[in-house]
C-alpha cells in the first residue's frame, strides 16, 4: 500500500526565501507524479506533473525533482511570495489513475 | 489547464436525506473520474474511481450503497450521499484524469448534514 510523507509538515517563511519541500513514498511503481496546491477551503490547483520517465519539470518559479528509485520527489519554490501562502500537496499516480495524498505542507510566506 | 465544475458548491441538508454532487469536464472528455472525500486539517481521502460506461470501484472502507455513483457520459459524474447524517459531513471532491495521464480536480462541495 502506497504511503506519502511530506515534511515540513509547516513552513513560515519570510517573502523572498528560496523553499525546499520534500516528499516521499513507499512503492517506487508509480506511472507519474503531481504537485498540487490547496487554499483553504477550496479544491487542488496542479502545479506540474511529473512522468516517471523524467527528472525533473519547471513552471516559472517552481521546480519540481524526481528520484523514483528511492521513492523522493522535491519541489522548490524561489524567490516566495505572499501569493504562495497554500498548502501544497504531493501525489504519487499509479497505473490506474489513483492518485495518492501526503498530509501536505502548509506553508505561510509572510510580507 | 483543463477545467472541472462541481456543483453545488456548498449544501446543508437534514439528517436523512439525499444529497446529489454533479462533477463535470468542461472541456476534454474523462472516461475516468474519482472521488475524494477532506475532513478539516486532514488530507484528501480517495473514495471511489468512477469509470464511464461502469460500475464504481469503491476503495476499501467506502460504503457504494451510501454513496451511489454514476458516470453516464463522458463529461459527467455524479455522487449521491444517501441517507446523510452529521458525520457524511465533510468537503467532496471530484477529479478527472485527462489523456496527458493529469489529474484535475473541482473546486469541491462542502456539505454540512444537521
Known amino acids: 500500500k502506497q504511503e506519502v510523507t511530506q515534511i515540513p509538515a509547516a513552513l513560515s517563511v519570510p517573502e523572498g526565501e528560496n523553499l525546499v519541500l520534500n516528499c516521499s513514498f513507499t512503492d517506487s511503481a508509480i506511472y507519474n507524479l503531481q504537485w498540487f496546491r490547496q487554499d483553504p477551503g477550496k479544491g487542488l490547483t496542479s502545479l506540474l506533473l511529473?512522468?516517471?520517465?523524467?527528472r525533473e519539470q519547471t513552471s516559472g518559479r517552481l521546480n519540481a525533482s524526481l528520484d523514483k528509485s528511492s521513492g523522493r520527489s522535491t519541489l522548490y519554490i524561489a524567490a516566495s511570495q505572499p501569493g504562495d501562502s497554500a498548502t501544497y500537496l504531493c501525489?504519487?499516480?499509479?497505473?490506474?489513475?489513483?492518485?495518492?495524498f501526503g498530509q501536505g505542507t502548509e506553508l505561510s510566506v509572510k510580507p | 489547464g483543463a477545467v472541472v465544475s462541481q456543483h453545488p458548491s456548498w449544501v446543508i441538508c437534514k439528517s436523512g436525506t439525499s444529497v446529489k454532487i454533479e462533477c463535470r469536464s468542461l472541456d476534454f472528455q474523462a472516461t475516468t473520474m474519482f472521488w475524494y472525500r477532506q475532513f478539516p486539517k486532514q488530507s484528501l481521502m480517495l473514495m471511489a474511481t468512477s469509470n464511464e460506461g461502469s460500475k464504481a470501484t469503491y476503495e476499501q472502507g467506502v460504503e457504494k450503497d451510501k454513496f451511489l455513483i454514476n458516470h453516464a457520459s463522458l463529461t459527467l459524474s455524479t455522487l449521491t450521499v444517501t441517507s446523510a447524517h452529521p458525520e457524511d459531513s465533510s468537503f467532496y471532491i471530484c477529479?478527472?484524469?485527462?489523456?496527458?495521464?493529469?489529474?484535475?480536480f473541482g473546486p469541491g462541495t462542502r456539505l454540512t448534514v444537521l
Open positions: 477529479s478527472a484524469f485527462s489523456d496527458r495521464n493529469e489529474q484535475f
Open positions: 511529473i512522468q516517471s520517465s523524467q
Open positions: 501525489a504519487p499516480v499509479n497505473q490506474g489513475g489513483k492518485l495518492i
